[in-house]
């Protein structure tokens, strides 16, 4: 079996945090949530290196995983560590607006495979020169847009997919609570219109919350720490293939976030905790004339692996069988452009804009 040996970019908690202690002796544990995590949930994956430019953050990674891995060293420079160390698997995890120069700088060192945390950019130049990189070298990529390896948002794809409640016509996505930040927390919901659409975004319509009228085109943010910093957002996306999907972004809600997709035998809500199926059979839901009757079903899919150590394990595979992987580089884009045409569409006065088609 190859062993693949791994560099981490950027190590604070989402890419070190030990995995949380075993819920049942006999069962195991949680599912692991870092990249650190994850990578060692992977037999076959050695972590040799991992790089940030604060010492303490190196420091800490080492207190936390020299036991796992004796052998891994750290670097304050990603350049020198990609030169010396050639990893075959680079994990990103840099801030939200700076994971362009540490990815093209995997590519050029080599790198087989990329995790590479969300958003995939904050602005689309960014991601076109990652998405072109990419593919020039033939590098396999996962985006850790973390929902397309949790078990109830795959089934519900897995259910639209399988034709049984006919054709996905709306999504309403509800992101709440004061991290609904628009290149932050909300990213993921914007990846799940995209994920359960599963086609081109054409056009946007949006409104930015109330002060951030004169928000411009350009991100301002702070990598996701201060939540004034970040505009939540409601805007209307419609998709090629006639799909259409609305989504809400409040800050002043409880922080909840669910997904409803409308299809046309029945409808499939998704959040944190579970998803359930909802079909009406035998009449309108309006004043019926016949008797209608709801049918509720609770899903309950159960995979022997989620998460961020699926979404590695996800990365393997594709780079040993050429399977995509289920995030690859240029559905993330999807996201980004997404997020350009909703400030440009704020910016124009609320109205209708383009997203920006793939690059040819
Ligand atoms: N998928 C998820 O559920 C999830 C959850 C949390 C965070 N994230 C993502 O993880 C990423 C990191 O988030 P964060 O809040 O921990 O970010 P952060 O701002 O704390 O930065 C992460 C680390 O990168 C280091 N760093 C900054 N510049 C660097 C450079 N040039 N070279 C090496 N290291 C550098 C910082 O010192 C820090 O330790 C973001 O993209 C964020 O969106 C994802």
Redesign the pocket.
Known sequence: MTTYRTAI??????ATDPPPPASDPVLGTSIPYSHAAALAAVPNVEVVAG????PA?RDQFLERWSGRWPGAKTYEN?REMLAREKPDLVSI????F??ADPFLAAVEHGAKGIFC??PLATNLADADRMVAAAKAAGTVVNI?F?RRWIPQYVNARAILRSGRLGDLSQIIAESGGPRAMLF?NHTHLVDLLCYYADGDPIWVVSELEPGFEDYGTEYKGD??KTESSEPAANYYVAFANGVRAYLTGMKNTQPDTIVSLRAAKGRITVDEFGSELRAIAGGGTMMPSGAPTRQTEFLAPAYSISGMHAAVVDLITGLETGRPTASPVEHARRTTAIIEAVLQSQAQGNVRVPVAPPQP
């Open positions: 970019i950027g190590l604070s908690w989402i790089c940030d430019i604060n953050m990603y995890v840099t801030p939200d700076l994971h945390d969300k850790n973390t932050r990598g996701g």
